[in-house]
């Protein structure tokens, strides 16, 4: 999917360019819009993308996980990802905003795989978020850090910038009643 800003004709320039690429690449149906309506249609094939990705393992709950690095970097971090992810085995499409660096994996598990398939998918989103903070990227994109990716940010990070993060926390929420065990672990404190 790509979102272009512009005068009408403008936009239809780069439609057109995009679709020349993509086709050159070996994409097809290359389809754009420009009235709302008809934007909205194509969108909504976008936000139907996580249960697509769901069908794909049928029973399966999505564990979506995100990352975002430079965008110089973008291509070869989906491409180590995409090939980890065919060698283990698992199911774990990739969608992605190119644009900004951000992309995404949807793990899909269910509730009675085995805990070495459990594994597997840990280890896989484990090395996606080390190889994007390798690459001058950061652990998340727009997920957040909540509590699965809360060692994650003191590696990209440091302990001091922890313990500043932690620091101003505790000045702005003393009682810790606001996210707590979220973000910034107790260690740090």
């Known amino acids: 999917f790509f979102e272009f800003h512009?005068?009408?004709?403008?936009?239809?320039?780069?439609?057109e360019v995009a679709?020349?690429?993509?086709?050159?690449?070996?994409?097809?149906?290359?389809?754009?819009?420009i009235k709302e309506?008809?934007?909205?249609?194509?969108?909504?094939?976008r936000h139907d993308a996580y249960?697509?990705?769901?069908a794909l393992r049928p029973g399966s709950k999505g564990w979506?996980?995100?990352?975002?690095v430079p965008i110089s970097r973008l291509a070869e971090c989906i491409s180590e990802?995409?090939?980890?992810?065919?060698?283990?085995?698992i199911i774990a499409p990739i969608f992605g905003h190119v644009g900004d660096g951000n992309f995404h994996v949807i793990l899909n598990v269910r509730d009675d795989d085995t805990e070495e398939y459990k594994n597997i998918i840990a280890q896989v989103n484990d090395r996606l978020i080390?190889?994007?903070i390798s690459m001058g990227g950061t652990c998340t994109g727009e997920h957040g850090i909540g509590m699965g990716k809360m060692a994650y940010l003191a590696k990209e990070h440091g302990e001091e910038a922890m313990r500043t993060m932690a620091a101003l926390k505790k000045a702005l929420d003393p009682q810790g009643i606001?996210?707590?065990?979220?973000i910034v672990g107790q260690e740090f404190f």
Do not use: M
Request: hydrophobic share 30%.
């Open 6 to 15: 512009g005068s009408e004709a403008s936009v239809q320039e780069q439609s």
């Open 37 to 45: 309506e008809e934007r909205s249609t194509l969108w909504q094939a």
């Open 51 to 54: 249960y697509a990705a769901l």
């Open 178 to 182: 606001l996210n707590p065990g979220k």
């Open 64 to 68: 979506p996980t995100d990352t975002c």
């Open 19 to 33: 679709a020349e690429i993509a086709q050159s690449h070996g994409g097809s149906g290359f389809r754009w819009a």
């Open 130 to 132: 080390r190889r994007a």
């Open 81 to 89: 990802t995409a090939k980890d992810i065919e060698e283990t085995g």
